[in-house]
T-cell receptor
Framework: NAGVTQTPKFRILKIGQSMTLQCAQD?????MYWYRQDPGMGLKLIYY???????DKGEVPNGYNVSRSTTEDFPLRLELAAPSQTSVYFC????????????FGPGTRLTVT | GNSVTQMEGPVTLSEEAFLTINCTYT??????LFWYVQYPGEGLQLLLK?????DKGSNKGFEATYRKETTSFHLEKGSVQVSDSAVYFC??????????????FGKGTKLSVKP
């Protein structure tokens, strides 16, 4: 199993550009999440999904969009990149039972200049 | 709302020293509690967890006990190694939208272990 994979690993964007961060999991998990991690801070939830076709906002959704057309994939879209979106982005997934343990991808480091 | 507070770092120890990283939480209900570890350049990995009061989670020599009376989940290890150098995050789960949990993270504690 590959677990949770993310692409790209690094990206530099200019202000106003758009991009999609890819996330995929092969564990057949229904729940998927996007977090951002700013320096010296914990992770903050951007969006989450409880299954294909169902998404909802987390703590910091502004400037982002998501879709969930399949169980495996959960891409995160930045439409008009801003310097405030410079961060490391983590995708995670979890099963629907138990202690809500989440499995994380390796992250995407995004810089907006 | 729910929150997690963990001790500020960085923490620097010599190899074989005893480690404690304090974590306290505020939550309604009965959340599950976690410690995640992040090695340099990598994503977060679950280190250990506890799902109810008085549970002890343990893994790789690390331990933490879910203390409801003190709302704490302190991480301990009796003898740290250089390979334990990483950032450690305390987290709790909370229900969102009536469904399974979001994780609320502390800010992380960076541990450096010197030979």
């Amino acid at each position: 199993n590959a677990g949770v994979t993310q692409t790209p690993k690094f990206r530099i964007l200019k202000i106003g550009q758009s991009m999609t961060l890819q996330c995929a999991q092969d564990m057949n998990h229904n729940y998927m999440y996007w977090y951002r991690q700013d320096p010296g801070m914990g992770l903050k939830l951007i969006y989450y999904s409880v299954g294909a076709g169902i998404t909802d906002k987390g703590e910091v959704p502004n400037g982002y969009n998501v879709s969930r057309s399949t169980t495996e994939d959960f891409p995160l879209r930045l439409e008009l990149a801003a310097p405030s979106q410079t961060s490391v982005y983590f995708c995670a997934s979890s099963n629907t039972v138990g202690s809500y343990e989440q499995y994380f991808g390796p992250g995407t480091r995004l810089t907006v200049t | 709302g729910n929150s997690v507070t963990q001790m500020e770092g960085p923490v620097t120890l010599s190899e074989e020293a005893f480690l404690t990283i304090n974590c306290t939480y505020t939550a309604t209900g009965y959340p599950s509690l976690f410690w995640y570890v992040q090695y340099p350049g990598e994503g977060l990995q679950l280190l250990l967890k506890a799902t109810k009061a008085d549970d002890k989670g343990s893994n790789k020599g690390f331990e933490a006990t879910y203390r409801k009376e003190t709302t704490s989940f302190h991480l301990e290890k009796g003898s740290v190694q250089v390979s334990d150098s990483a950032v450690y995050f305390c987290a709790l789960s909370e229900r969102i939208g009536g469904s399974q949990g979001n994780l609320i993270f502390g800010k992380g504690t960076k541990l450096s272990v010197k030979p």
